[in-house]
């Protein structure tokens, strides 16, 4: 199954099967999917934690990708 990558007003990225109407952020906000901004499809659970983590760490620290570089 397909997660989507979404993202909570409170700034936290969220994964959610493809298909699911509604997410529960760790807030307490229900966020509707469909009015949702999709920001990364991912194959598996697994790839889609991997890819919020990546959005998490980017958001933090831009570059995210490159830990030397600060
Ligand atoms: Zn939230």
Known sequence: M???VIRCGCGRYLYVPEGDKTRTCLC???IQVSKARILAKAADAL???SVVRAFQMEGRGMTGFSPAHK
Request: glycine share 22%.
């Open 2 to 4: 397909a997660y989507l």
């Open 28 to 30: 307490g906000k229900r």
């Open 47 to 49: 790839s889609a934690g």
